[in-house]
C-alpha cells in the first residue's frame, strides 16, 4: 500500500481500514471466485489457475456463476459493469471463448487469460477486441480507467455496481513510461523472515537455499520495485475515478471498496517470488472503505475475509446474504453501526491445493516429478502435496493450525502474538490439546456450508 499515496488519502482517510484483510486462498483464480460467489474453496471447487483446476470451466460457468454477487444486484436494478482481469483462463476457446459473457454483468470488458499489459485481448460484451503497445491508446491500467469514466459519464440512472480489476502488480510488472523512473533505488525489505531458512517446515520451504544467490535476490529486488511502479498507475486509477464520481455529485453516495486477491512474497523464507504459501505475507491483503454511514479514518481490527465481500455488496443493495448459498458475512454493519463488533468470527479457514507438473521441471530435474514454479537456482514455489488447510484464529492469543495432505500429514502451528513472522514452528512443543481443539475446529470448517462458516 506504500506507493498508493492517494487511495490511502482518498478511500483510507475518508471512510475505513481493515488491518486484518485476508484470502482464504493465495491464488488468483481460486480466490477470485470466492470474491465472486462468497464461498470457501471446498465450496465453490476451484483449485488453481488451470481449466482443469475448474478456472473458469464450463462446470464453473453453468454452477457458480449464475449464484454470483453481480447476479443478485442486476436483479435488484443495478447497472453492472467489469472491466479488466476475470479468471485466469477466461476466454480461450475451451473455456467458451470470448464469446462468453458471464451471468450478472450489464456491460462487460474481460481480458482475455492470464494478466498482460499490452498486446492482449478483451471480450467486449461478447465481442473480440485486440490491442497492441502504444501506450497512449493500449497500456491497460490507463485503458480500464477511461472506460470507467466513459460508463460513469453515460450512466442514466443509480445504483450501478463497478468493479475495476487492473492487472497490476501481477507479472509480466510492465511499467507505463511515465513512472519508469520511479523509486530508482528501491529494494525488498530485509526485514522479517527475509533470506531466512525454513527449518522446521514443510519440505518445499526446506527446499529453499539460504542464504539466497546474488541473483536471486538482484531478481527480487527488481520485482518489487516494478510492483510498485505499475501501482502507481491503479493510484491514478482511483484519484480519476473518485473525481468523476465527485463530479457527477455521486461519489457521496457511492461505497468504494478498495482490495487485492492475494498477498505476495518477494524473499521470505529464501522463496524468491510469487505466492501459494500458508503465511502471513501471502494471505493478508489491504482493505479500505468508504461510502455512505462510514467515519472517517477508523481502523478496524476485526478479520474481514475476502468472502465476506459478495455479502456485503448484497447487503448494500438491500438483499439478505444470510437467504443465499454464500459463506461469508457482510461486515456493513461493523462499518456503520458498529453493532457486531462483539460477536465477529475469532477464527477462519485458509485453503490451498497445490500444483505440479507430471513430469521433471528442467530447472529443477534433482527433484524429480510434482513441482512446479521452479527459480533456475532450483527453488520451486510449489508442488502437489503443497496442499493444505489451516484455521487462523484472532483472539488473546493469535495462533495458525495447518495440515498437509502429504504422506507425512505435517503439521505446522505458530504463536503469531510472540513469533509474528512465523520463523517457529511449535507443532512438537505446544499444549497437545490445543492441538486436538484445533484439528476439530478445521474438520468442522472443512465441512462447512453457508451458516454453518459464519457461526
Given at each position: 500500500?506504500?506507493?498508493?499515496?492517494?487511495?490511502?488519502?482518498?478511500?483510507?482517510?475518508?471512510?475505513?481500514?481493515?488491518?486484518?484483510?485476508?484470502?482464504?486462498?493465495?491464488?488468483?483464480?481460486?480466490?477470485?471466485?470466492?470474491?465472486?460467489?462468497?464461498?470457501?474453496?471446498?465450496?465453490?471447487?476451484?483449485?488453481?489457475?488451470?481449466?482443469?483446476?475448474?478456472?473458469?470451466?464450463?462446470?464453473?460457468?453453468?454452477?457458480?456463476?449464475?449464484?454470483?454477487?453481480?447476479?443478485y444486484l442486476q436483479k435488484q436494478g443495478y447497472?453492472?459493469?467489469?472491466?479488466?482481469?476475470?479468471?485466469?483462463?477466461?476466454?480461450?476457446?475451451?473455456?467458451?471463448?470470448?464469446?462468453?459473457?458471464?451471468?450478472?454483468?450489464?456491460?462487460?470488458?474481460?481480458?482475455?487469460?492470464?494478466?498482460?499489459?499490452?498486446?492482449?485481448?478483451?471480450?467486449?460484451?461478447?465481442?473480440?477486441?485486440?490491442?497492441?503497445?502504444?501506450?497512449?491508446?493500449?497500456?491497460?491500467?490507463?485503458?480500464?480507467?477511461?472506460?470507467?469514466?466513459?460508463?460513469?459519464?453515460?450512466?442514466?440512472?443509480?445504483?450501478?455496481?463497478?468493479?475495476?480489476?487492473?492487472?497490476?502488480?501481477?507479472?509480466?510488472?510492465?511499467?507505463?513510461?511515465?513512472?519508469?523512473?520511479?523509486?530508482?533505488?528501491?529494494?525488498?525489505?530485509?526485514?522479517?523472515?527475509?533470506?531466512?531458512?525454513?527449518?522446521?517446515?514443510?519440505?518445499?520451504?526446506?527446499?529453499?537455499?539460504?542464504?539466497?544467490?546474488?541473483?536471486?535476490?538482484?531478481?527480487?529486488?527488481?520485482?518489487?520495485?516494478?510492483?510498485?511502479?505499475?501501482?502507481?498507475?491503479?493510484?491514478?486509477?482511483?484519484?480519476?475515478?473518485?473525481?468523476?464520481?465527485?463530479?457527477?455529485?455521486?461519489?457521496?453516495?457511492?461505497?468504494?471498496?478498495?482490495?487485492?486477491?492475494?498477498?505476495?512474497h518477494t524473499g521470505q523464507f529464501s522463496l524468491?517470488?510469487?505466492?501459494?504459501?500458508?503465511?502471513?505475507?501471502?494471505?493478508?491483503?489491504?482493505?479500505?472503505?468508504?461510502?455512505?454511514?462510514?467515519?472517517?479514518?477508523?481502523?478496524?481490527?476485526?478479520?474481514?475475509?475476502?468472502?465476506?465481500?459478495?455479502?456485503?455488496?448484497?447487503?448494500?443493495?438491500?438483499?439478505?446474504?444470510?437467504?443465499?448459498?454464500?459463506?461469508?458475512?457482510?461486515?456493513?454493519?461493523?462499518?456503520?453501526?458498529?453493532?457486531?463488533?462483539?460477536?465477529?468470527?475469532?477464527?477462519?479457514?485458509?485453503?490451498?491445493?497445490?500444483?505440479?507438473?507430471?513430469?521433471?521441471?528442467?530447472?529443477?530435474?534433482?527433484?524429480?516429478?510434482?513441482?512446479?514454479?521452479?527459480?533456475?537456482?532450483?527453488?520451486?514455489?510449489?508442488?502437489?502435496?503443497?496442499?493444505?488447510?489451516?484455521?487462523?484464529?484472532?483472539?488473546?492469543?493469535?495462533?495458525?493450525?495447518?495440515?498437509?495432505?502429504?504422506?507425512?500429514?505435517?503439521?505446522?502451528?505458530?504463536?503469531?502474538?510472540?513469533?509474528?513472522?512465523?520463523?517457529?514452528?511449535?507443532?512438537?512443543?505446544?499444549?497437545?490439546?490445543?492441538?486436538?481443539?484445533?484439528?476439530?475446529?478445521?474438520?468442522?470448517?472443512?465441512?462447512?456450508?453457508?451458516?454453518?462458516?459464519?457461526?
Amino acid at each position: 500500500m506504500t506507493p498508493m499515496k492517494k487511495t490511502q488519502m482518498l478511500i483510507g482517510q475518508f471512510g475505513a481500514s481493515f488491518a486484518n484483510a485476508f484470502a482464504v486462498t493465495p491464488l488468483c483464480c481460486p480466490s477470485r471466485s470466492s470474491i465472486l460467489t462468497g464461498l470457501y474453496p471446498h465450496n465453490h471447487l476451484v483449485r488453481n489457475n488451470s481449466l482443469e483446476g475448474n478456472c473458469s470451466s464450463p462446470a464453473w460457468q453453468k454452477y457458480q456463476e449464475p449464484l454470483t454477487f453481480p447476479v443478485y444486484l442486476q436483479k435488484q436494478g443495478y447497472q453492472t459493469f467489469y472491466a479488466g482481469k476475470y479468471l485466469n483462463q477466461y476466454g480461450i476457446p475451451k473455456a467458451g471463448g470470448v464469446q462468453h459473457v458471464p451471468m450478472g454483468w450489464t456491460y462487460w470488458l474481460g481480458l482475455v487469460g492470464n494478466s498482460k499489459y499490452y498486446n492482449y485481448t478483451l471480450s467486449i460484451n461478447g465481442h473480440e477486441e485486440k490491442h497492441g503497445d502504444h501506450y497512449e491508446e493500449d497500456y491497460l491500467t490507463d485503458l480500464l480507467t477511461n472506460r470507467s469514466l466513459e460508463f460513469l459519464q453515460k450512466l442514466s440512472r443509480p445504483p450501478f455496481l463497478m468493479v475495476l480489476a487492473p492487472p497490476a502488480a501481477r507479472s509480466p510488472w510492465t511499467v507505463a513510461p511515465l513512472y519508469k523512473s520511479a523509486y530508482g533505488t528501491l529494494k525488498a525489505p530485509r526485514d522479517g523472515s527475509f533470506n531466512v531458512h525454513g527449518k522446521d517446515k514443510h519440505w518445499l520451504i526446506k527446499q529453499a537455499k539460504t542464504p539466497m544467490s546474488n541473483s536471486s535476490i538482484e531478481f527480487l529486488d527488481n520485482v518489487y520495485k516494478a510492483r510498485w511502479q505499475t501501482l502507481l498507475s491503479v493510484d491514478d486509477m482511483v484519484e480519476k475515478v473518485l473525481d468523476q464520481l465527485k463530479s457527477l455529485n455521486l461519489l457521496d453516495s457511492t461505497y468504494v471498496f478498495y482490495t487485492s486477491d492475494h498477498g505476495y512474497h518477494t524473499g521470505q523464507f529464501s522463496l524468491p517470488i510469487d505466492k501459494r504459501q500458508l503465511y502471513e505475507f501471502d494471505i493478508r491483503v489491504p482493505l479500505l472503505v468508504r461510502g455512505p454511514g462510514i467515519k472517517g479514518n477508523q481502523t478496524y481490527l476485526e478479520p474481514i475475509l475476502n468472502i465476506d465481500l459478495g455479502p456485503t455488496f448484497l447487503d448494500i443493495a438491500g438483499i439478505n446474504a444470510s437467504q443465499t448459498s454464500m459463506d461469508g458475512a457482510s461486515f456493513l454493519p461493523l462499518l456503520v453501526n458498529q453493532t457486531q463488533r462483539a460477536g465477529w468470527r475469532s477464527d477462519f479457514l485458509v485453503q490451498y491445493t497445490g500444483e505440479g507438473y507430471a513430469t521433471k521441471d528442467p530447472d529443477c530435474p534433482i527433484l524429480g516429478p510434482g513441482v512446479s514454479q521452479c527459480f533456475p537456482d532450483c527453488v520451486c514455489e510449489d508442488a502437489y502435496n503443497n496442499t493444505y488447510a489451516c484455521v487462523r484464529t484472532m483472539s488473546a492469543v493469535n495462533m495458525q493450525y495447518c495440515e498437509f495432505a502429504d504422506k507425512e500429514n505435517f503439521v505446522e502451528v505458530y504463536n503469531l502474538t510472540a513469533d509474528p513472522h512465523q520463523l517457529f514452528n511449535v507443532a512438537k512443543s505446544v499444549d497437545p490439546s490445543v492441538l486436538e481443539q484445533m484439528n476439530q475446529r478445521l474438520i468442522k470448517l472443512q465441512a462447512c456450508s453457508g451458516i454453518s462458516c459464519r457461526s
